[in-house]
């Protein structure tokens, strides 16, 4: 399986803004469904973000928490996929995971290929 590398990731304070990087040889034509998810300790891994390429289309899909202030995208000169968030708060501090997954892509049915290592953000008040 393709290794998914992370990079970004780090300490901010509210209101900033943070992207997150996750790379691999080959990656847009490798997978075409790949999501962010994010944990913090003690709770359930909940999803952030959705990509699924089909057929020339691209569609997305966003945690309402996130809705409007993070973009899901993909570079393909650069083989990497990326995760942009804007207007960060305290409550979107949490380990962040890229992940490869099985068609149908959703968040419910999430079923993982692969994952990235992880990154920390820590979004301070």
């Known amino acids: 399986q393709v290794q998914l590398v992370q990079s970004g990731g780090g300490s901010v304070q509210a209101g900033e803004s943070l992207r997150l990087s996750c790379a691999a040889s080959g990656i847009t034509t490798t997978y075409s469904c790949m999501a962010w998810f994010r944990q913090v300790p003690g709770k359930e891994r909940e999803g952030v973000a959705i990509l699924y390429a089909s057929g020339g289309r691209t569609s997305y899909d966003y945690h309402d928490s996130v809705k409007g202030r993070t973009t899901i995208s993909r570079d393909n000169a650069k083989d990497t996929l990326y995760l942009q968030m804007t207007s960060l708060t305290p409550e979107d501090t949490a380990m962040y995971f890229c992940?490869?997954?099985?068609?149908?892509?959703?968040?419910?049915?999430?079923?993982?290929?692969?994952w990235g290592q992880g990154t920390q953000v820590t979004v301070s008040s």
């Open positions: 992940a490869a997954g099985l068609v149908p892509c959703g968040f419910a049915t999430f079923r993982a290929i692969s």
